[in-house]
């Protein structure tokens, strides 16, 4: 099936540095979402955004939607230990409108 | 309102036995996903439904089977498990795709 790329695949960060990560596709998207998963449970939504250079705040962290509406960014500024997790992308397209594609994923540790 | 309910939240399995993972939702949502999350992995879709009555395969349905009688519930069926099934398992619903998905806190299955 279909998935998107996410990149990196894994991060081992210090306390207080900033993230980013990115998802990348070969089709276009009309919606792009943020999950995170944390140890031991299910994905839960940080930040969804609907329009080309959309640019979207959820406290540290910051979302964007691409212009080419193939790509989407997040940031997360001053990463603290409560963010350790599993960040994935979620596409959504009108070819395909029953269900998201999901990216990779990308897991974020970040030490003290 | 409890969103999304999975039970049980672990069960281990001997090979060639069955058992439903049950999934219940009180959002109202039409749309309901059933996911499997391997090791280090990301989501694998399994079966999805749009509405009540209404099922579609996913990427991975081989010996799985659904159901959708009711809004509320969408139960999941492993029929003969066996080892390649041990997996963390997610349910998830949806108003629809581009509104983003509710997940469950999932259930972790072991087949030995």
């Known amino acids: 099936g279909q998935q998107l790329n996410q990149s990196p695949q894994s991060m081992f960060i210090q306390e207080g540095e900033d993230v980013s990560m990115n998802c990348t596709s070969s089709?276009?998207?009309?919606?792009w979402l943020w999950y995170k998963q944390d140890p031991g449970e299910g994905p839960v939504l940080l930040i969804a955004?609907?329009?080309?250079?959309e640019l979207t705040s959820n406290g540290r962290l910051t979302a964007q939607f691409g212009i080419t509406r193939k790509d989407s960014f997040l940031n997360i500024s001053a990463s603290i230990p409560s963010d350790v997790g599993i960040y994935f992308c979620a596409g959504h397209s009108t070819y395909n409108t029953d269900k998201l594609i999901f990216g990779t994923g990308t897991r974020l540790q970040v030490f003290p | 309102n409890a969103g999304v309910t999975q039970t049980p939240k672990f069960r281990i399995l001997k090979i060639g036995q069955s058992m439903t993972l049950q999934c219940t939702q009180d959002m109202n949502h039409n749309y309901m996903y059933w996911y499997r999350q391997d090791p280090g992995m990301g989501l694998k879709l399994i079966y999805y439904?749009?509405?009540?009555?209404?099922?579609d395969k996913g990427e991975v349905p081989n010996g799985y089977n659904v159901s959708r009688s009711t809004t509320e519930d969408f139960p999941l069926r492993l029929e003969l498990a066996a080892p390649s099934q041990t997996s963390v398992y997610f349910c998830?619903?949806?108003?629809?795709?581009?509104?983003?998905?509710?997940f469950g806190s999932g259930t972790r299955l072991t087949v030995v």
């Open positions: 998830a619903s949806s108003y629809g795709g581009s509104y983003g998905y509710t």
């Open positions: 955004l609907y329009k080309a250079g």
């Open positions: 439904s749009v509405g009540a009555g209404i099922t």
């Open positions: 089709s276009i998207f009309n919606t």
